[in-house]
């Protein structure tokens, strides 16, 4: 992990230290604010969610922006693996993807809980924006999963209950009987 660059609750990228939710909240915080947090992170980036956990659309095009290491513990089936640190129309087969969008397509976005994907929306042009409906999948794979949505390991392809929680205080939020790996 990156540490801080990445973190839900620091915004280095504009070269000061912003805390959304107050410290207090950090110490014991109940899984009922989970929707809360993660809600934040879209009104930050001005970015449009669905509501976990992701029912795929005929044509949908999924993008999953964890690290590497995250991706390699589980991903959605269908989704394209995409480094956060790049640029997300560089995500494998999108730019293809736009040039002729299927009738009803969305563009969905998710990483563990949402900051990543909302900021990665973000950072698209807006005449991509115009052109197909963006999504940043809410609450990301954690809220997916903990609603009973599909979770596969993509070496095997194979069904799987982990999920790469991104760090501790996350891992706090994924329910059994998922698990939590970091």
């Known amino acids: 992990m990156s540490a801080g660059i990445d973190h839900p609750g620091i915004d280095v990228h504009r070269g000061t230290l ?3 939710v107050p410290l207090l909240l950090f110490c014991q915080m109940p899984e009922s604010s989970f929707p809360m947090l993660t ?7 001005g ?3 669905i509501t976990a956990p992701y029912r795929a659309g005929a044509a949908d095009f999924l993008v999953d922006v964890r690290e ?3 991706q390699s513990i589980s991903m959605l089936p269908g989704a394209v693996a995409h480094d956060p640190q790049s640029d997300l129309l560089n995500a494998p ?3 293809e993807f736009l040039e002729n969008p299927p009738e009803n397509s969305r563009l969905i ?4 809980v949402g900051y990543r994907s909302s900021r990665a929306i973000a950072s698209l042009p807006e005449e991509i924006k115009k052109k197909i ?7 990301g794979i954690i809220a997916h999963a903990n609603g009973g949505g599909r979770l596969i390991e993509p070496a095997t392809g194979r069904a799987t209950r982990k999920i790469h929680a991104y760090d501790s205080f996350w891992k706090g939020f994924v329910q059994p009987p998922l698990e939590a790996v970091f």
């Open 18 to 20: 912003t805390v959304w």
């Open 39 to 45: 809600a934040q992170f879209q009104e930050r980036f």
């Open 47 to 49: 970015v449009t969610g």
């Open 68 to 70: 590497k290491a995250e």
């Open 93 to 95: 087969g999108l730019r």
């Open 109 to 112: 976005v998710y990483c563990t």
């Open 133 to 139: 409906p963006v999504f940043n999948l809410q609450g």
